[in-house]
């Protein structure tokens, strides 16, 4: 009882100094608490996500660019799509992470089984998506980690980071998302937790999913921690990569790449993420016009959430720019 009166305690403070306006010491006069009792709540109620502080910069309002989301959804045979520019100094990877973040609130009455993958642009949406309770979401991993790419700014993996702001408890999926060997792959998805983990990341009803483009930024580690062999990465560049999805290479067109590199991937394949009702996939900067475009046109993704730079690059290569 004594942790649920502190919890009463920090809310109805909480409610008093942001929502009615309250000064502290009118707070803690209405509460019949002392003003440093009150300031502790106010710290404790941010602390511990019940209060979210956010400030929004007027000078760099992230718009939408309604034209190109249309043109890319009919191009494309997109659900939806977010294309989103800004007239101050926000960087693309926090612009595409509020456009998914934005998305993901209008989409949580909708929600019931969140997967998520890595990558440095899922970070970005995760540090955007505000503290709110939502008891009858799960959030769980479509993939195994990935240290270098799998990484919140608050500590712990990104589906941790984005349960813990939605109030939940994460789903887990103990494996590396990429091996050195086939063998390893073999023996790791044999454990009967491993195949448990992949059959709910199946079952989820949104997908949040970076898209990459082959030697820019993530890909370039995907690649380095696979170990290939020099004919083994021989035969890789033959098949002419163009992008990847959590680790799933493909080619321009959009077909999904086979060994060396399918045989050392722990998570759902393209072909599962097709299975799901609603897959979003999100990209920042013109360099990763290559990879969305092959992307695009895998079949998997049905939601679409670029920057303006990009959309405009993936136009322009697609030869309709």
Known sequence: MAASRSIDTLIRAARLYYEEGLSQGEVARTMGISGATVSRALAAARDQGIVEVRIFDPRSPVQRVHELEQQLAEMFGLSEVRVGTSSGETGSLRLVGRLAADL??????????????????????????????????????????????????????LVQALARRCGVEPSRLIAPAVVESPLTKAAITSESSIRSALDRAAEVDHAFVGVGTFGVRSSVTIVEDM????????????????????????DDEGVELGPPTSERVIGLSLDDLRKVPCVVGLAAGHEKARGVLGGLRTGVLDVLVVDLPLAQAVLQRSGHG
């Open 104 to 157: 993901f609130g209008e989409r949580l009455s909708a929600m019931r089984h969140v997967g998520l993958s890595w990558g440095t642009t899922l970070e970005a949406f995760v540090a955007e998506v505000p503290h709110r309770v939502v008891p009858s979401l799960e959030v769980r991993p479509i993939a195994g980690g990935n240290p270098g790419l799998d990484t919140a700014s608050a500590g712990g993996t």
């Open 227 to 250: 170990r290939l062999s020099e004919v083994e990465l021989a035969t890789f560049l033959a098949q002419r990569p163009a992008g990847d999805i959590s680790g799933r290479f493909f």
